[in-house]
């Protein structure tokens, strides 16, 4: 019994990290693939600029953290690089387009993971839809209108307000 206790444990604390590197969504499956949680998909781009974008230049990148104790934002942040990294090396910018994250509560099996699909686009094209990053009131009303849709929690919400305000 201890010994079935101790390994309970030790895969608690220990769980297992998974790094994605970006690949075409046509050529490969999603993390959130045959998962006992599927977890909830969000739209950032609206529907109609969904359908602009073809699937074959449509690239995903995947972050779990190694236990429950991490956060959605914190496996954003690391799956974001990534994605801006990827398309930066083509001259171009990253535009997400959705992203599906897990559901809390975040226990053995179900840790904070996300899975972000976005397109490399010209530069102007990108800033288009999104506010500019150095504008606090536009990705503070964007933040705070995540709130309100039921897209993010109220403590990510704190949280994501405090980078911006720190910016």
């Not at 608690?12 to 998974?18: E, S, W, Y």
């Not at 236990?67 to 990534?82: F, L, V």
């Not at 976005?118 to 009303?141: I, M, N, T, Y």
Request: aromatic letters at 6%; proline letters at 4%.
């Amino acid at each position: 019994m201890k010994l079935l206790l101790s390994c309970l444990i030790v895969l608690t604390i220990a769980g297992c990290a998974v790094s994605g590197s970006v690949k075409n969504i046509n050529s490969s499956t999603s993390g959130f693939d045959g998962a006992a949680f599927k977890g909830e998909t969000r739209l950032i781009a609206p529907e109609a600029e969904l359908k602009k974008y073809s699937r074959s230049y449509q690239f995903r990148v995947f972050e779990q953290s190694a236990t429950g104790y991490g956060s959605i934002p914190e496996a954003r942040d690391q799956a974001m690089p990534k994605a801006i990294e990827f398309c930066r090396s083509m001259g171009k910018e990253a535009k997400v387009l959705k992203e599906q994250t897990s559901v809390p509560p975040h226990m053995l099996g179900n840790f904070p993971r996300i899975e972000i699909t976005f397109v490399c686009v010209e530069q102007s094209d990108a800033k288009s839809s999104l506010p500019d990053s150095g504008d606090r009131l536009g990705r503070l009303e964007k933040l705070k209108s995540l709130l309100d849709n039921g897209a993010i929690t109220k403590d990510e919400y704190e949280i994501e307000k405090r980078k911006i305000l720190r910016d």
